[in-house]
T-cell receptor
């Protein structure tokens, strides 16, 4: 158990819909990262937050957004969903950016 | 971040040591070598990391060559539960406070056989 909690574990929805994925970091960790893993693209970095502030963006689509709240949990919002958004979405956390990241078990998103 | 090269797959007998190589010939002086593994669609699991000295923890040992252009992850007594994709990742130790992303390649699928 990494200590990073992601909910829900599975999500099935339709094209055009909007979903919110939630991540609770390990106790004491201030940095949160989101990654997407699809069959054709592998594991890709989406976005990083540190203590509530956005620190870095990767290949995150404009239809996707995220935030980190004062209690340090984070949410990833995906809107106008397309079939290609079907993937595993992982959240990771670390004490700060320079320390190892620890990953949650992910949310499996299926778009029908 | 420097690029890494790993074999696509490896096999190991249960109870034997598994030695997973990684080439990172363009590594910079401030870049660490990290190892993660992913067991069948679970979240990646941190294993170990190092800068230039060899490192050991309860999971594995990391041997980095003197020129830092390659490294080897050693699982001393592999078990069936060690079957996973192992990722070698090079990442800067200090990005000025921003962007400590991990860049995952395709990794090595290690299969531990009974």
């Amino acid at each position: 158990d990494s200590g990073v909690t992601q909910t829900p574990k599975h999500l099935i929805t339709a094209t055009g819909q909007r979903v919110t994925l939630r991540c609770s970091p390990r106790s004491g960790d201030l940095s949160v990262y989101w990654y997407q893993q699809s069959l054709d693209q592998g594991l890709q970095f989406l976005i990083q937050y540190y203590n509530g502030e956005e620190r870095a963006k990767g290949n995150i689509l404009e239809r996707f957004s995220a935030q980190q709240f004062p209690d340090l949990h984070s949410e990833l919002n995906l809107s106008s969903l397309e079939l290609g958004d079907s993937a595993l979405y992982f959240c990771a956390s670390s004490v700060d950016g320079s320390q190892p990241q620890h990953f949650g078990d992910g949310t499996r998103l299926s778009i029908l | 971040d420097a690029k890494t090269t790993q074999p696509t797959s490896m096999d190991c007998a249960e109870g034997r040591a598994a030695n997973l190589p990684c080439n990172h010939s363009t590594i910079s002086g401030n870049e660490y070598v990290y190892w993660y593994r992913q067991i069948h669609s679970q979240g990646p699991q941190y294993i170990i990391h190092g800068l230039k000295n060899n490192e050991t923890n309860e999971m594995a040992s990391l041997i980095i060559t003197e020129d830092r252009k390659s490294s080897t992850l050693i699982l001393p007594h592999a078990t069936l539960r060690d079957t996973a994709v192992y990722y070698c990742i090079v990442r800067a130790s200090n990005s000025g406070g921003s962007n400590y992303k991990l860049t995952f390649g395709k990794g090595t699928l290690l299969t531990v056989n009974p």
